[in-house]
């Protein structure tokens, strides 16, 4: 991935790509994902080392530190880019990727995310409201796409 990342300019202008944005991101990451998809399993191994245990023995992540982990952890994103993901995950902004200046603000981007987003997120929320996938009928651990 990195390889195709880094020379998917180079025959056009002979320069390496050291920078991608988030949409171009997730066609590398769609066609080169695993075969078998993602498992709850899975994810609910990284909520078991990123979470805390709440009042009801679940392993959660606060909004608040789950929003600081996107920002500082992994591939670095602004404030805008990140609330303009989650209001594209959300169903909060359809139209496309950008949200636009006028309609909305970075004050607007944050409280509509604190609105949409629970207090404690547990690994099925993350997986199904956030995400928009939902457990396969056949074993019950396999996800699949559920938005449209």
């Given at each position: 991935?990195?390889?195709?990342?880094?020379?998917?300019e180079?025959?056009?202008?002979?320069?390496?790509?050291?920078?991608?944005?988030?949409?171009?991101?997730?066609?590398?990451?769609?066609?080169?994902?695993?075969p078998?998809?993602?498992?709850?399993?899975?994810?609910?191994?990284s909520?078991?080392?990123?979470?805390?245990?709440n009042?009801?023995?679940?392993?959660?992540?606060?909004?608040?530190?789950?929003?600081?982990?996107?920002?500082t952890?992994?591939?670095?994103?602004?404030?805008?880019?990140?609330?303009?993901?989650l209001?594209?995950?959300?169903?909060?902004?359809?139209?496309g990727?950008?949200?636009?200046?006028?309609?909305?603000?970075?004050?607007?981007?944050?409280?509509?995310?604190?609105?949409?987003?629970p207090?404690e997120?547990?690994?099925?929320?993350?997986?199904?409201?956030?995400?928009?996938?939902?457990?396969?009928?056949?074993?019950?651990?396999?996800?699949?796409?559920?938005?449209?």
């Amino acid at each position: 991935m990195f390889n195709e990342i880094r020379f998917s300019e180079y025959v056009d202008s002979g320069e390496i790509v050291d920078k991608i944005n988030l949409p171009d991101f997730f066609k590398v990451y769609l066609n080169h994902r695993p075969p078998f998809g993602n498992t709850m399993r899975a994810i609910q191994k990284s909520f078991n080392i990123l979470g805390d245990t709440n009042s009801e023995g679940k392993k959660v992540i606060r909004r608040e530190d789950f929003l600081k982990l996107l920002l500082t952890k992994g591939e670095h994103m602004t404030e805008e880019e990140l609330s303009d993901c989650l209001a594209t995950l959300l169903g909060l902004n359809p139209e496309g990727w950008k949200s636009e200046p006028a309609a909305t603000s970075t004050e607007g981007s944050q409280l509509c995310l604190e609105d949409e987003l629970p207090d404690e997120i547990t690994a099925e929320i993350f997986a199904t409201e956030i995400l928009g996938l939902a457990l396969s009928s056949d074993s019950g651990e396999s996800l699949q796409p559920a938005r449209q």
